[in-house]
Protein backbone atom coordinates (compact mmCIF):
# COMPACT_ATOMS: atom_id res chain seq x y z
CA UNK A 1 0.00 0.00 0.00
CA UNK A 2 1.14 3.46 -1.05
CA UNK A 3 1.86 6.39 1.92
CA UNK A 4 -1.11 7.88 3.71
CA UNK A 5 -2.27 11.32 2.47
CA UNK A 6 -0.64 12.68 6.03
CA UNK A 7 2.92 11.66 4.62
CA UNK A 8 1.81 12.86 1.58
CA UNK A 9 1.04 16.32 3.04
CA UNK A 10 4.17 16.49 5.32
CA UNK A 11 6.36 15.72 2.28
CA UNK A 12 4.74 18.44 0.11
CA UNK A 13 3.86 20.85 3.30
CA UNK A 14 6.89 23.32 2.26
CA UNK A 15 5.73 23.75 -1.33
CA UNK A 16 3.01 25.87 -0.29
CA UNK A 17 3.41 29.20 1.71
CA UNK A 18 0.11 29.81 3.04
CA UNK A 19 0.71 33.76 3.03
CA UNK A 20 1.78 33.52 -0.89
CA UNK A 21 -1.62 31.92 -1.94
CA UNK A 22 -3.88 34.12 -3.52
CA UNK A 23 -6.87 32.77 -1.87
CA UNK A 24 -5.32 33.65 1.38
CA UNK A 25 -4.24 37.04 0.74
CA UNK A 26 -8.14 38.23 -0.55
CA UNK A 27 -9.46 36.12 2.18
CA UNK A 28 -7.32 37.96 4.64
CA UNK A 29 -7.88 41.74 2.56
CA UNK A 30 -11.96 40.90 3.15
CA UNK A 31 -11.14 40.39 7.03
CA UNK A 32 -9.15 43.50 7.01
CA UNK A 33 -11.60 45.56 5.49
CA UNK A 34 -14.37 44.44 7.55
CA UNK A 35 -12.59 45.64 10.50
CA UNK A 36 -11.72 48.49 9.27
CA UNK A 37 -15.79 49.21 8.13
CA UNK A 38 -16.98 48.00 11.86
CA UNK A 39 -13.77 50.36 13.69
CA UNK A 40 -15.46 53.54 11.24
CA UNK A 41 -18.73 52.85 12.05
CA UNK A 42 -18.47 53.06 15.52
CA UNK A 43 -16.24 56.02 14.84
CA UNK A 44 -12.84 55.54 15.44
CA UNK A 45 -10.36 57.90 13.67
CA UNK A 46 -9.24 57.21 10.14
CA UNK A 47 -5.65 57.45 10.50
CA UNK A 48 -6.20 54.83 13.65
CA UNK A 49 -7.85 52.52 11.50
CA UNK A 50 -5.13 53.06 8.68
CA UNK A 51 -2.45 51.87 10.86
CA UNK A 52 -4.49 48.98 12.73
CA UNK A 53 -4.84 47.44 9.77
CA UNK A 54 -2.28 48.12 7.14
CA UNK A 55 -4.91 49.80 4.74
CA UNK A 56 -4.93 53.15 3.01
CA UNK A 57 -6.84 56.17 4.56
CA UNK A 58 -8.45 56.45 0.94
CA UNK A 59 -9.49 53.20 1.64
CA UNK A 60 -11.21 53.68 4.90
CA UNK A 61 -12.62 56.73 3.50
CA UNK A 62 -14.17 55.37 0.69
CA UNK A 63 -15.72 52.65 2.48
CA UNK A 64 -19.80 52.26 2.59
CA UNK A 65 -21.54 53.08 5.64
Same mark, same amino acid.
Given at each position: ?? *?T &??EIM @???? @?F???? /?D *? %? %?R????? #? %? &? /?T #?? $? &? /????LS? &?L? #??? !??? !? $??E?RN? /??
Amino acid at each position: MG *PT &LEEIM @DEIK @DFFVME /KD *P %Y %YRIGERK #A %Y &L /KT #AF $Q &L /KKIGLSI &LLI #AKA !TGL !T $QKEIRNL /KQ
